[in-house]
């Protein structure tokens, strides 16, 4: 028997698209799966001096697609956020450590970092390939935003084309993916997205096609109709956040093949928190009316097809590392998505997208996994609480 070797034995799994209700086991060696049978085997592989844990559901390691690690998205006071932003990088640092440490206690065994100015995201990428408490990165490093517009604390200046050609092949090298600070953020009073995209049809493509040329994939924060067109259109790889979605900027997506990642969790924070915030009446009427509209896109990008990717935005006000997860599972589910889609959207989807030659959990995949005590088709909140979480041995 070797520490190396091991089988899980439950009542029940998930392969990160199906639903499979039945008992199974599964061996593990170095890392990887080596065997998925139908039954419990666990007697017959104690007898032959196998390792078995027991567990009533496997399921694959969820993805948060969309995290900020070295924010911390518990203080919702904007004092205490704007000194977090103002510690010494070392503190910084440490603060994303932790993030990722609390995203894998919590079932998250891969993040994708969706920026930070300092590089933080990198590092801890580099970290997290030694230390195995953490939750794999992957680190979209620094993004491109244009001059005086939002996104400082997370993207780098190009002013005009040979701006974007030489910083989107310097940001190659390192970044995982190139993020695209397309639009602002949602003027809640308002009710909308009130700026101007920050690139046209024709930059944005450059950015794209600059990326695809040095081996990258994009994303880009974008919400408001206006960048939302200009998104789907240049193709990018995948649209973070997209408030104001419409049904044929779907199609255009769905054509185009470019993700969605909706994080409710930011928007949904600013209104379940309306009174701490300090939001008016009509405020709080435009942040649900917001919530309701994105739900509804979400069910419809599910029926056309639009490839989901769960993301929480985690370190946005209120939106905490790790937790967040469970709550934009609660939120698809709301919208009414079945479960076996909100879990895809959770699992499979992002490790597919990412291009991960095994995204599913099935015989010679890298073992990444969550063990429940229930099925969450039976009991949903046995997600919260796994029994034990491997985060994948083997190079992906
Ligand atoms: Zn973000």
Request: charged share 25%; net charge negative.
């Amino acid at each position: 028997m070797s520490a190396q070797e091991f089988a899980v034995c439950v009542d029940g799994w998930f392969d990160g698209e199906r639903h499979r209700p039945e008992p199974t086991s599964f061996v593990v060696r170095a890392g990887k799966i080596a065997d998925v049978s139908a039954g419990d085997h666990g007697a017959e592989l104690a007898a032959q001096g196998q390792a078995v844990l027991r567990g009533g559901f496997l399921m694959p390691g969820l993805v948060d697609a969309h995290v900020h690690l070295f924010l911390d998205g518990q203080p919702t006071d904007g004092p205490t956020r704007s000194a977090h932003l103002k510690k010494p990088l070392e503190e910084l640092i440490d603060a994303a450590r932790q993030s990722a440490r609390q995203a894998l206690a919590c079932g998250i065994t891969l993040v994708r970092d969706a920026g930070d100015r300092h590089g933080i995201n990198h590092r801890i990428r580099d970290e997290a390939a030694q230390d195995r408490n953490l939750a794999a990165v992957r680190s979209g490093g620094l993004g491109v935003k244009r001059p005086k517009r939002y996104g400082a604390f997370m993207a780098m200046d190009v002013a005009d084309a040979e701006g974007i050609r030489s910083s989107v092949a310097q940001l190659a090298v390192d970044n995982d993916e190139i993020k695209l600070i397309l639009t602002g953020i949602i003027d809640f009073d308002a009710g909308a997205v009130t700026d101007e995209p920050q690139f046209d049809l024709d930059s944005a493509r450059l950015v794209v096609d600059t990326a695809r040329a040095h081996g990258r994939r994009t994303f880009a924060h974008c919400s408001g109709a206006k960048g939302l067109a200009i998104a789907a259109r240049a193709g990018v790889g995948s649209v973070e956040h997209g408030f104001f979605m419409t049904s044929e900027i779907l199609s255009i997506m769905r054509d185009n093949q470019v993700a969605w990642t909706p994080t409710f969790s930011p928007v949904h924070f600013q209104w379940a928190q309306s009174e701490a915030v300090g939001w008016s009446a009509n405020t709080v009427g435009n942040l649900r009316r917001i919530l309701d509209a994105h739900a509804e896109h979400l069910r419809r990008a599910d029926e056309m097809g639009v490839t989901l990717l769960m993301g929480t935005d985690a370190g946005s006000m209120g939106v905490e590392h790790g937790h967040a997860m469970h709550e934009e599972i609660d939120r698809y589910r709301e919208a009414g998505l079945a479960l076996d889609k909100t879990l895809a959207a959770a699992t499979s989807a992002a490790r597919r997208h990412f291009g991960r030659a095994s995204p599913l959990l099935a015989r010679g995949a890298p073992f990444e996994a969550v063990l429940l005590d229930a099925s969450p088709f039976a009991r949903i909140d046995a997600l919260k609480t796994p029994r034990r979480v491997w985060r994948a041995e083997v190079a992906q």
